[in-house]
């Protein structure tokens, strides 16, 4: 139902063009799930919903990170046209809900125990003013190296444990001619690296400090510097044709031995495993060396927007699909992440599943769990996108690293 609402407000427009709809049999759910490994875990929803007798209206929007389909999210809403459910990520949540635009689900969330089994640092996103408004589907993390283990036997390389180890493996890759480190030169893929780089670099209170406090101090610092440094010395185990290339296929160079290493949060793991690619056998997942037992998390969340009359019974039920148990381990067992539930028993999931539940877990539990700048959990989408900037150029080699540094600071002086 498309309908045009010109002169009145996008809150007011949405409103209307949503009301009465309530009884309508689909769900249409605007979501970036377009890779292979993407799409196969969005099976296991759709599949679910339609034991249910609800129907989906697929609304894809490429662009992994989720940077596309949020502009056309606005688009949608401010033609009065917002679809049922939107995949979204951190602060966009908390500034649709700022707008009034989403669903309160607290009946659904008192009914099921979300409060119980979500983790706070989960429900910082999931809540806006003490209501739910959006259902946490998983909990990815950014810092992680995915490996071809094949190539790392033949090089008679061993999981790298410090940065120094690291850099040697990428050099021993090129000198054989791989490629060392598979890349997709887009902003969002840049900033996936920083995750893990500034956590390396100075640890969970230096990337406190700089991500998500936006401390100047820290900021500026000669850490940062060295952040960039590092940075630096990554651009130069990419190959030429790294531009523009999306994340799956820098994935699928690991996949089929054309590259030794990505770094990629674990959804990269869904491309291995649609590949038919088993972990520890054809590939090997650790941590950003440097950030081993550390996490830098993002949940891919369902907000709901509002249709009016409250919650309508497809929310109701995709929001409730979404938080069960089952379906928590069946989903994230394709995607490559692990539940956003802390309840339940990962010996259904792979080595490297078990391994990032548990990992989130005991950062959770230490209070170190810590929102990724990469993907919208560190600072609001202006801070996000000046950093992303800034990250951008200077990988590209625009800046040098002091230069980087600099303008790191002013950017998010400017933006926050
Ligand atoms: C992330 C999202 C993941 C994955 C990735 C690449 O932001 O949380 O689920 O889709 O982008 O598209």
Redesign the pocket.
Known sequence: MHRYFGGKTALAAAFLATAGMAQAADVEVLH??T?GG?ASALNVLKEDLSGQDIGWQDMPVA????TQAMTVLRARVTSGNPPTAV?M?GFDITDWAKEGALANLNDIAEEGGWNEVVPAALQKFSTYEGQWVAAPV?V?STNWVWANKAIMDELGLEEPQTWDEFVAALQAAKDAGYVALAHGGQA?QEATFFDGVVLAVGGPEFYQASMIDLDAEALGSDQMKEVFDRMATLRGFVDDNFSGRD?NLATAMVINKEAAFQLM?D?AKGEFLNAGKVPGEDFLCFRFPGSQDQVTF???QFAMFSQGEGVSDEQAALANAIMSPEFQIAFNKV?G?VPARTDLDASELDACGQRAYEDFKAADASGNLLGSMG??HANPASVKNAMYDVITAHFNGEFDSATAVEELVTAVDISK
């Open positions: 970036w799930w890779s993407e662009g992994g990170g989720g995949q990520l998983n990815h969002w994340w949060g959804w993002n949940s891919d995607k992440s993907h919208g």
